[in-house]
């Protein structure tokens, strides 16, 4: 008799946990962004952008000791397919992020000294790159989407060079 009671009131009080918690947080939820936040938010996101655009094409001289930048070997972020990490490489014989293997690229074609992978430039890397493939399906593990010849459309990387932070916010 003792029992079941305890076991009613300890079931009791979990509903009534349940249920604040839920008031809580309905309470707390935010309102959806409006517009001019998401412009705020994807103008922050396109200055990491412009300054991984820069990078990519050789502004930080410790990336490489040999005149060459990623832009040179990969125009419009070609054949860098972060889609498809983490994957398995073998100049490492094991799974791998991207951001290591843009350091792998930093330190062989480039001969340059590697970045923090979780530094700044490091991002800014990856948001122009990342940016470049957006729409594309995430195929994490793939050895290669490329399997045709690569078509670059931009030459240089930015789509059209308006005034401003200059990247096509499409
Ligand atoms: C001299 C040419 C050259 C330069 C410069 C170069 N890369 Fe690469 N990159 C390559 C080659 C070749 C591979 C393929 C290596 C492999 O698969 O073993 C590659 C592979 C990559 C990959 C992996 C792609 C995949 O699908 O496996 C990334 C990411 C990458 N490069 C980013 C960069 C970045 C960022 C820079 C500039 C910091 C850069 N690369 C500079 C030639 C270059």
Request: aromatic fraction near 8%; charge should be positive; charged fraction near 20%.
């Amino acid at each position: 008799m003792k029992t079941k009671n305890i076991l009613k009131s300890l079931t009791g009080s979990i509903l009534l946990t349940i249920a604040t918690s839920a008031v809580y947080f309905q309470a707390s939820a935010r309102e959806p962004f409006t517009k001019e936040e998401l412009k705020a938010q994807e103008k922050k996101l396109l200055v990491a952008v412009e300054e991984g655009y820069n990078l990519w094409h050789g502004s930080n001289p410790t990336m490489q000791n040999n005149g060459l930048a990623c832009g040179n070997c990969h125009p419009d972020a070609a054949a860098s397919n972060p889609q498809t990490f983490p994957k398995y490489h073998t100049a490492f014989d094991r799974v791998v992020t991207w951001r290591e293997m843009v350091n792998w690229c930093i330190q062989n074609p480039q001969g340059g000294k590697v970045l923090d992978v979780g530094g700044p430039e490091m991002l800014a890397i990856e948001a122009y790159a990342f940016n470049l493939h957006r729409g594309l399906p995430i195929e994490p593990g793939l050895a290669s989407r490329q399997t045709k010849p690569i078509k670059v459309d931009h030459g240089k990387g930015f789509p059209s060079k308006p005034s401003g932070i200059g990247f096509d916010t499409k």
